[in-house]
């Protein structure tokens, strides 16, 4: 079945320790999200690419970065993780043109000590 | 700017009552609107979304949601809650092109014998 897969589903981390999160897609979508989640909150959005273009929201503090390497894969780069940062990290995927339907991966919880 | 309000942070029900939980949205001119359920620790799952057509939608897991333009509302129903619906329930409002989904701050659904 056609999916966003994220990995890992836990990650822990150190104060200060880089981290990586990775979303691949097997639905050939145009466009990419990464969201951060804080407990009982909404998903705040990140940034987006879309095909290769990058799109930062204004307010995503410079510790999170993205790559895109090609259409399938997606991560996401924390330089330094404080302890703010932990949070589930959703990433979903949608058409170029389509119904403007988001699809979301089960995401990656993030504990960071 | 889009904007979308669930009024109830959370409801309880008893199983196999009917449940309604309300969105209303704020766009200039007519959304897609979209409800996601969490359950906790996973990603979002599509419930229905609606564009455009029939104000009443259909949806899985036996959800429906009705379209009311002139109250702005988008209200998701179930006629017969099981208890493997308790969840937390996102209504999310998009538009076309690049625009980022808004999601609303998600309503919290308990279950009860």
């Known amino acids: 079945d056609a999916m966003v897969i994220q990995n890992p589903r836990y990650q822990v981390t150190q104060f200060g320790k880089p981290v990586t999160l990775s979303c691949s897609q097997t639905?050939?979508?145009?466009?990419m999200y990464w969201y951060q989640q804080k407990s009982s909150q909404a998903p705040k959005l990140l940034f987006h690419?879309?095909?290769?273009?990058?799109?930062n929201e204004a307010d995503t503090p410079d510790n999170f970065q993205s790559r895109r390497p090609n259409t399938s894969f997606c991560f996401l780069d924390i330089r330094s993780p404080g302890l703010g940062d932990a949070a589930m990290y959703l990433c979903?995927?949608?058409?170029?043109?389509?119904?403007?339907?988001?699809?979301f991966g089960p995401g990656t919880r993030l504990l960071v000590l | 700017a889009q904007s979308v309000t669930q009024p109830d942070i959370h409801i309880t029900v008893s199983e196999g009552a009917s449940l309604e939980l309300r969105c209303n949205y704020s766009?200039?001119?007519?959304?897609?609107l979209f409800w996601y359920v969490q359950s906790p620790g996973q990603g979002l799952q599509l419930l229905l979304k609606y564009f455009s057509g029939d104000t009443l939608v259909q949806g899985i897991k036996g959800f429906e949601a009705e379209f009311k333009r002139s109250q702005s509302s988008f209200n998701l129903r179930k006629p017969s809650v099981h208890w493997s619906d308790a969840a937390e329930y996102f209504c999310?409002?998009?538009?076309?092109?690049?625009?980022?989904?808004?999601f609303g701050k998600g309503t919290r659904l308990s279950v009860i014998a």
């Open positions: 690419y879309y095909d290769k273009d990058f799109n």
């Open positions: 639905l050939n979508h145009n466009v």
């Open positions: 766009y200039g001119a007519t959304p897609y």
């Open positions: 999310a409002v998009g538009a076309t092109g690049n625009t980022p989904l808004v």
């Open positions: 979903a995927t949608r058409e170029r043109q389509g119904q403007e339907t988001q699809y």
